[in-house]
Every structure is written in C-alpha cells, then in structure tokens.
C-alpha cells in the first residue's frame, strides 16, 4: 500500500481550513495508511474543518477500513471569538456559536471521501465512555488544555490495538514553541512512561508511537 495519498487528496487537505502543514500531514497519512493495514478503524479526535480527516480517510478508503472522528465541532478555547486561531467564517449565524459541521461536510464532500468517514459528534469523553472496540489508530488532535487532553488520553489510547498507533499532535518539548499550552506534551511523556507505547518517529509536533505493552 502506498504510503502517500492518492492523487488530489495532497491538493485537497491544503485547500482545506485547518492548522496542520504538510509534513506533518504526510507523517500523519503515513502512519494511518500503516495501521489500516491492521484492518481495524482509524480514529481522530478533533476534526475541525477536515483538514487532517482527508488524509486519514484516504489512508482509510486505501485499506478498506472506516475513518472515525470525533468533535462537539463547537471548537477549542482558542478558536473562539476573540482568540488567535478564530475564523469568523466557522460561526453559525443564527446561533453565534462556532459551527464546524457545515465544513467539515463539504470538506470530505469535495475530496470525493465522505464514504470512508463516520462523524461522531459530541463530547470526547463522552463518546469515549461508550466505545468497546479496538483501533488501528488515534490520533489525538482535540482541545490543549490538561482536563481535554488527559481526558481524551485515557478515553482512547486504551482502545489502541497490539501493534496500533498512538499519534499525537502539538507536542512542544519546549515552552518557546507552544501557542495553547503544553498538555499534549504532557500526555506524550505519560504515554511513553506508561511502557505500553514505544516512539516511533517526530515530525514536526507529530509524534507516532506504537503499542508494544499492556495498559497505558
Ligand atoms: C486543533 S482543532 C483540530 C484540527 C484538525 N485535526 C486539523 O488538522 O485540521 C481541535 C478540535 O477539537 C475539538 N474539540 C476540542 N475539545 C473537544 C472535546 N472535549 N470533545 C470533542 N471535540 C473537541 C474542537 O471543536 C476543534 O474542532
């Protein structure tokens, strides 16, 4: 299976709303295209517009699993309305409330891939309290704070597979580089001291780590 997307889905996640750059999305695609072949589902937590879904997705169509991805799509703290990362074009009109959905939809729509996507919308740990089925993969991409970020740690990483892959986004090692905080380093660290997750490579402030142990 190749481990580059297919033709115009590179075209298509850059057109996309979103804060993922390209090498990370290429680790990204890469490490979902190798989990699918464990023929079990793909899962994000955190999908925004649909960005970093268009590459798990076309991972997902490649290996004949399901891409899953989980967000209240109302969007985290700093993309609200008077913060760095908020697009005025997310907001819901009649309610004035961010509204990713609409986007998200068409996103997946135009890349030609809403076959291969089932969208759980709502709280991750909530979602996570109901789920018994192992993964292939997550990829944790959903709020920075330390209560989302541990929360959506222990909700999913236990449901990744022998052999799975644990990716994490926005793991800053150093203060300097961070923009909303340095929870998902937290959890990077947790995860490796945990011995249930071994790394497997950096890209960026992507880190892919493998299930090699029990727990987490
Ligand atoms: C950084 S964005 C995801 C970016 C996306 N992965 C991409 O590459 O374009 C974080 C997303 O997480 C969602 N989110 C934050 N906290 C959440 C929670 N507790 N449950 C579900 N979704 C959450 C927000 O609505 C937002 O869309």
Redesign the pocket.
Known sequence: MAMTPGPGILAAFEA?????PVDE?LALYAAAAEAGRLGLPLL??????????ILLADAARAAGVTALT??????????QPGWE?HDPETVDPELGL?D?LPTFRRTLHRAGLEDHVVALV??????AALWASPLALV?I?????DE?AT??YEGWAPHVTEGGLLVI??VFPDPVDEFTGQAPYRVHLRALASGAFTEVSATGSLRVLRRTGTGV
């Not at 209240?72 to 700093?78: D, K, M, V």
């Not at 991409?141 to 704070?145: E, F």
């Open positions: 996309a709303k979103g804060f993922m999305g994000e937590i955190g999908s925004y517009c649909g960005r970093s879904t989980v967000d209240h799509h109302r969007g985290s703290e700093e993309q990362y961010m990713t709502g709280r991750s740990p909530r979602i990829f991409d959903g709020g920075h704070t989302h929360a959506d986004h926005d």
